[in-house]
């Protein structure tokens, strides 16, 4: 049987000197090896000039001190971001406020949300604006205690009729029993724990977790 038609030749490679630099960079050693290459193979009867030497020299060393700064730097920059992930801990039992109080209606469905009251309400009006400010929902709420709060709305107006997907907003005012008037509203709750997940703290607000980068406030009550 004749085979030779059924062999694809590979193409042959030659041993070179060259060496391979995937990131092109050269660093302090590279540039010693080659001011020693360099002395190595310079013309006897012509030598480099000494002041040429001592310029060289002076700008390896600027290069290691850079590469040193470098390095510490980054070393800091490590220390401080771990350092901050765990102060993260001590917001725990303190408010924290996400900067917004947004909650998003799909085209089906209803949407769940949660309210922290730092008082027990004796009474108050939850109201749900769209993104220009109008009221599209109100609910007069009823005696509830004090503590975070599940609420669902089923996305409809206050006449019935379903609203448009979107972003809506979600402001309580209520009354204490001592007759206060206060305010809330979706995004501010107490930090209950913080867990960490590859790195990055995550507290703990409500039934949910939050990236500790998300947080626009952090207060005692």
Known sequence: M????TLTPMPTTEATDQ????????GKDDFLQ????????????????????????????????????NETMKQISE??????????????????????N?????????????????????SGTLEIT????????????PSISSGVHPFEWDGTDSSGSRLEAGVYHVDVSYTTPSGEDLYTRVGIYPVESVRFDSDEALLKLGSNYVPFEQIKEIYGE
């Open 19 to 26: 060496v391979y630099n995937p990131d092109g960079i050269l």
């Open 34 to 69: 080659l001011l020693i290459t360099e002395l190595k193979y310079q013309d006897p009867t012509d030598p480099m000039d000494s002041e040429q030497i001592l310029t060289q020299t002076s700008q390896l060393a600027t290069l290691e001190a850079q590469t040193n700064t």
């Open 2 to 5: 004749d085979v030779t038609n």
């Open 79 to 100: 220390a401080y971001q771990s350092s901050s992930q765990y102060n993260a801990i001590g917001a725990i039992g303190k408010i924290a406020d996400i900067g917004n």
């Open 130 to 141: 769209d993104s220009s400010g109008n009221i599209v929902k109100s609910v007069d709420l």
């Open 102 to 122: 947004d909650i998003r209606l799909d085209e089906s469905g209803n949407v769940f949300f949660e309210i922290y009251f730092p008082e027990e309400v004796t």
